[in-house]
């Protein structure tokens, strides 16, 4: 329905209180429905006497209006509006409205008309339509105010893992826009449904309750979020919090300089080492530890079993030449993986925050030599503690 036909239909039931021209009527209308707070939007100066009366003829739609008053838009302001019409208007109301009203009965008449008015007004709203102009369109680079958001989702998207950034000329380019999680624009019925599933933050501006999405999933989700979608993101979006504030504290601990020397022999190999036969290995640990994980665990013993005794000759012989103290690398592994052990980060988590650990202080590149060294501290009993011991 569009919003001239609903104020002309409402303003015939309502004629014999308020006889004034359409132009006033569609005014009040908006005026009673909208919640505009001091130094915002002015319905009494920002609109002109014709544009109301064209609002109310059907000349002109409410396509670019719609945007500028959506966020304000209270139909509980609308429900008061109704109920001082008295209930002779009320039921008038009904027999015109309950074809237009989805389970308007005589009980509900003021909160379904003002249900209908706030769907006039969603539903003026342009929808965005994607065009070649939008797809080159100018690219932004990433600002400082985005780091703490993209840190905190490791710069990933948190509903589809798409990355959020693409350097070129070596500057870091925006692939992500910015969401307020809770809309800003609920009205208080609304609102109760979103709170019901999930707390919000006390201030609704803050970073608390804001995310950075790819832009596809901003898109989606910046039109009409429902509650279980709020619900998921800012649970999403407080876990990533949480974690990288683990990866922080990671962060502060420092890795034995010494450990460089084994990634870089472990990098240096030009050929595998002889792989173990895992019945040699009587204190064989890996599968004890990763019962649950087949995948992880069959990783963590293929590279036990490669490269378990090269890694061990490479500490002994470093420590011997004073280059490294294993105890020390020992006790710093075994920090991290406490750290990650206690927040009940699952085994494959902690297991890959250990590797982008160990890549992060050693400045080392090779991926496969940190899996190999975490798998080392796996065998080694400093990551994972052995299930049948317990």
Partial sequence: MLFAEFARRLKDIISGLNSGKGGDFA????????????????????ISPSAYRAYFRGDRDLTRLAPKIRKYVEPELFVTYINGLGEDVQHDIFKEFAADCPGMTEWNIPEKIAELFKKIIVEAC???????????????????????????????CPLCKAKLTETKKGVPIRKFDRVYILPLNLDSAERVAFEDLEEPPEDLHSLDNQAVLCKKCAAVY??????????????KKRTLAYIAELDSEAYDINAERGIDYILDA???LKSIPQKEDKTKWEAFRVDRKIPDNLMLQDTATDFVLKYYRYIEKQYKLREREGKLR???VKNEISQCFELYDEADLSQEEIFDRLVGWLKDKTNCDDDIACIAMVSFFVQNCEV??????E
Avoid at 225 to 232: G, H, L, R
Avoid at 384 to 389: A, G, I, M, Q
């Fill in 27 to 46: 005014k009040e209308l908006f005026k009673n429905i909208l919640d505009i707070g001091d130094n915002e939007f002015d319905l009494d100066n920002d």
């Fill in 126 to 156: 342009p929808v965005k339509k994607k065009t070649k102009a939008k797809a080159i369109a100018k690219e932004e680079p990433v600002v400082e105010e985005d780091f703490a958001l993209l840190n905190e989702c490791g710069n990933k």
């Fill in 222 to 235: 910046s039109v009409d979020t429902e509650p279980s979608e709020y619900a998921d993101l800012m649970r």
């Fill in 266 to 268: 472990l990098s240096g």
């Fill in 326 to 328: 294993f105890r020390k």
């Fill in 384 to 389: 994972f503690r052995d299930e049948t011991s």
